[in-house]
């Protein structure tokens, strides 16, 4: 059902700060930048591997944009670090659904767009075991991505 890592995301307090020290750190480039008003963050993504067609397992950077967003209340409570674990599947609707008999709470009725025209959803920390949990359908990765009509 879960089929990789699709990312870790990593709560900071300065996005072009912290981009900076994985640039010179260890040499990673962004791929991506994006500012999504309705998780109320600004983001990077960083590939670690895989390609644009696909496979791929990012670092997304995340820096709040909004006092009341998710990334501002973690980052208050807990100063920077890991925010969540993103797993990835071909099947993100399917996957939250069966999670949730599961009797995980899923925060969402339906997938709503993440990085890169991907659909997420996010599964209830309290439930995993202290783990925010995202479930990912990237963009490459929908049924009938490439096909054409
Ligand atoms: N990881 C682990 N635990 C977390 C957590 C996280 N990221 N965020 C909150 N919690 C814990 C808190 O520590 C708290 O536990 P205690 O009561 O034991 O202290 C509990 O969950 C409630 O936390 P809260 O600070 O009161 O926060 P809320 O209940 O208002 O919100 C949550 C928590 C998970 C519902 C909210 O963070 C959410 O909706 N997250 C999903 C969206 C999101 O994170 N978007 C940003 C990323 C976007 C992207 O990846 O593209
Ligand atoms: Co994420």
Redesign the pocket.
């Known amino acids: 059902m879960l089929t990789r890592i699709d990312h870790i995301?990593i709560a900071c307090r300065d996005l072009d700060t912290t981009v900076a020290f994985y640039r010179a750190t260890y040499g990673f480039e962004v791929h991506h930048t994006e500012v999504?008003e309705e998780?109320?963050?600004r983001?990077a993504m960083l590939r670690i591997n895989g390609t644009d067609d696909g496979g791929a397992s990012w670092i997304?950077l995340?820096e709040p944009i909004r006092e009341d967003?998710?990334?501002a209340?973690?980052l208050a409570?807990?100063g920077e670090g890991v925010?969540?674990i993103?797993f990835g599947t071909a099947d993100v609707d399917g996957a939250a659904q069966a999670v949730g008999a599961r009797g995980v709470r899923v925060?969402y009725d339906e997938p709503r767009r993440?990085?890169m025209d991907s659909r997420?959803t996010?599964l209830?920390?309290?439930d995993c075991h202290?783990?925010?949990t995202?479930l990912v359908t990237a963009a490459q990765d929908a049924p009938g991505h490439g096909e054409h009509g």
């Open positions: 995301g999504n998780q109320g963050v983001e997304q995340l967003s998710p990334v209340k973690w409570k807990h925010h969540h993103a925060l993440g990085s997420i996010f209830h920390p309290k202290g783990v925010l995202e």
